[in-house]
């Protein structure tokens, strides 16, 4: 996020730019007063500093109890940011082995999954070392990868399965680099080999933003800026649909399995036509998906980079 460095030729890239994603040309979306961010962005840092000083607490709970207060944790982040949550699909497995899978936009993704479908975190060895967000990820579980030690993946891919053949369940963002929303990305096969080896179910999970530019957290982008930007965006949105499972006994590899989940995560919802009424009822209107707007042109690559 600071100081640019050569991709390694097998890292995954994106074509999303904060000047062209995060502040991409069109309608400019309302945004909140300066004092109105500020409150926004005092609450959600209290809350986040909150849940780091209580969380050595939550180690006398158990598992249930964690993951509940988790849910409750992440969600109340998401409020004070002034962050709207949106679930629809079926409802997950409650228990089990489950590699859950999702599209990658920002770092929201991260509590809006964790407060619905809590579990462990497979994140980028540089998550570790940020401030106060870092003990968190470490203290909740975070599995991390080296992004640059190719010869290390077979260890973290090792390490999620030990946790999907102890019934846990692991998240992963197999895009391997975020992207703003509107363009997408190729999953990566590695993680899905976890399931393969376990025989445990693909959950997969679309996420969706409106508006889509304060959300994104794109190229060279800092937590400030993305910060701020959500802050004081006048309504953020953030719309997580749980898709159906799938079963890895269904494909005979990884890279079917990955296909399998990426087409579920892409395909586009099916509007049904809307009978005439004697009413209007413009609350009940569906809304546009972000991603049928055009793509963006390449430019740089972005910062979070999982190898395939």
């Known amino acids: 996020m600071s ?23 069109g309608p400019a ?7 109105r961010g500020v409150l926004r962005l005092t609450t959600g840092l209290a809350t986040v500093l909150l849940g780091v000083l209580l969380s050595p607490l939550t180690a006398l709970l158990p598992a249930a109890g964690r993951l509940l207060l988790a849910r409750c944790w992440c969600r109340a982040v998401l409020r004070a940011f002034g962050v709207r949550i949106h679930v629809t ?10 590699l859950v899978v999702a599209n990658h936009v920002s770092w929201l993704d991260i509590p809006l999954i964790a407060a619905v479908l809590p579990g462990r975190m497979l994140a980028k060895r540089e998550v570790r070392g940020w401030p106060v967000l870092g003990r968190l990820a ?25 946790v999907l053949a102890g019934g846990g369940r692991v998240i ?4 391997g680099s975020t992207w703003c929303g509107r363009a997408r990305g190729t999953f990566r096969r590695a993680a899905f080999q976890a399931a393969v080896h376990t025989g445990s179910d693909v959950q997969p999970v679309r996420i969706d ?19 701020w930007r959500i802050a004081t965006a006048q309504r953020l949105d953030a719309h997580i649909r749980i898709l159906d499972p799938i079963s890895s006994a269904r494909y005979p590899d ?25 009413a209007r009822d413009n609350a ?3 809304s546009l998906s972000v991603h049928q707007r055009a793509n963006v042109s390449p430019a740089a690559a972005s910062s979070f980079r999982t190898p395939s």
């Open 3 to 25: 100081t640019p460095t050569a991709p390694s030729p097998w890292l995954p890239t994106a074509p999303c730019t904060p000047g062209r994603c995060a502040a991409h040309p």
């Open 29 to 35: 979306a309302p945004r909140a007063t300066a004092a």
């Open 89 to 98: 699909g079926p409802a997950a497995p409650p228990d089990g082995p489950l």
């Open 138 to 162: 470490a203290f909740g579980g975070t599995l991390f990868i080296d992004r640059d030690r190719l010869r290390g993946l077979p260890g973290t891919v090792g390490a999620m399965t030990c």
């Open 172 to 175: 992963v963002f197999p895009e």
């Open 209 to 227: 933003y409106g508006p889509s530019g304060p959300a994104a957290y794109v190229g060279e982008d800092t937590l400030g800026a993305s910060l």
């Open 254 to 278: 990884r890279r079917t399995l990955a296909h399998a989940a990426e087409t579920a995560v892409n395909l586009r919802p099916v509007t049904v036509p809307r009978q005439p009424t004697v």
């Open 284 to 286: 009940n209107r569906p």
